[in-house]
């Protein structure tokens, strides 16, 4: 039996230029912290030839192709496990929630079988492995953030060249700062679950779409600048945060918040909106909605918490106490 872990995330800054159709052109930076949410992935050998593989769905199979999950069948293609191996999955907080739960799976996976295989790896390599079952093999409108995040784990700073090429280094923050700015984050579920595929594939559609007088294939329209936005914003978080300027954050997160809406109609809703307002005038520094957008968790940062969280638990919010994770992906139980 092996039981492996990997953190589920929240977004600091930068997020959404680390597609493949921005950082491609452009680069990308972003900053993500692992928080400790996590999803499990339990594999163990069976003696008969069946593959069995649960999760919100059992299957029964006999050949790897047969498996209809697409990345537990990439991952087993991969590893060359074709037979007599049952894999379970279970999680701290469900999928389609904005918090990076496709990534973090396929990371989590991928470190249980790599492990079972006696396989080498690094933190990063085991990242760009994910990164190339969802993004290169499935296809997926996605990016890297959720991958490298749940591999490294931490309040990281991450950048991507133009070859997607990525390096990872802890956000440079004094260990009192990074106390305080713990303490005062809260998330709230919104009670929506959505797949943030359909809003990723806008923006990735969105972001290759050229002008009518580029010939070259350098992408130019109001996505592009709005994640040009985006991406400097991470920079000024960056600094805030570096600085010991938690309050500064917050309000970076709420312009954050304004010009992500701009990204999609299906951003946000009347519902959402509602909440945010309402936790503004209660206290909130500062907010965004998690992810790709449509549902999830609410994020704020408050001075008064105990304030912030009975206001909105009053209208109808369920809040998750977390803390920050800085293992990333690892290995809970093997015997």
């Not at 029964?60 to 697409?70: F, G």
């Not at 309040?155 to 070859?163: A, S």
Request: net charge neutral.
């Amino acid at each position: 039996m092996l039981i492996v872990k990997a953190p589920l995330r929240i977004s600091i800054g930068g997020g959404g230029t680390d597609l493949p159709s921005y950082y491609e052109h452009f680069e990308s930076t972003f900053i993500s912290a692992a928080i400790n949410k996590y999803i499990y992935i339990s594999v163990h050998p069976i003696f008969i030839p069946d593959i069995i593989v649960k999760y919100t769905e059992l299957e029964r199979v006999l050949s790897v192709d047969e498996i209809k999950h697409p990345i537990i069948r990439e991952c087993l293609k991969l590893v060359g496990l074709e037979k007599s191996i049952e894999i379970s999955s279970f999680a701290d907080i469900p999928s389609g929630t904005g918090l990076g739960s496709s990534g973090t799976f396929t990371v989590a996976l991928l470190k249980a079988l790599f492990t079972l295989k006696n396989i080498n790896h690094t933190n990063l390599s085991l990242a760009e492995t994910a990164c190339q079952i969802e993004i290169e093999k499935l296809q997926a409108p996605v990016g890297k953030q959720d991958q490298y995040i749940a591999s490294v784990g931490g309040l990281t700073r991450f950048h991507i060249n133009k070859n997607g090429e990525t390096s990872a280094s802890p956000l440079s923050m004094r260990p009192h700062d990074l106390i305080d700015l713990e303490e005062h984050l809260l998330l709230f579920f919104t009670g929506y679950s959505r797949s943030a595929n359909v809003i990723l594939k806008e923006q990735d559609v969105a972001t290759k779409k050229t002008s009518a007088s580029d010939r070259e294939t350098k992408p130019s329209n109001d996505m592009i600048e709005n994640l040009h936005f985006v991406k400097e914003l991470g920079f000024q978080i960056e600094k805030a945060l570096t600085n010991g300027h938690i309050d500064e954050f917050g309000r970076l997160m709420n312009v954050h918040w304004e010009h992500k809406k701009k990204r999609s109609n299906n951003m946000s809703s009347s519902k959402i909106d509602e909440w945010y307002e309402l936790a503004m005038k209660n206290g909130a520094l500062g907010g965004k909605l998690i992810g790709a957008g449509g549902g999830g968790f609410l994020m704020f940062l408050a001075d008064d918490k105990r304030k912030l969280r009975a206001v909105l638990r009053e209208a109808g919010l369920h809040d998750v106490p977390f803390r920050f994770d800085y293992l990333g992906a690892q290995v809970v139980l093997r015997e």
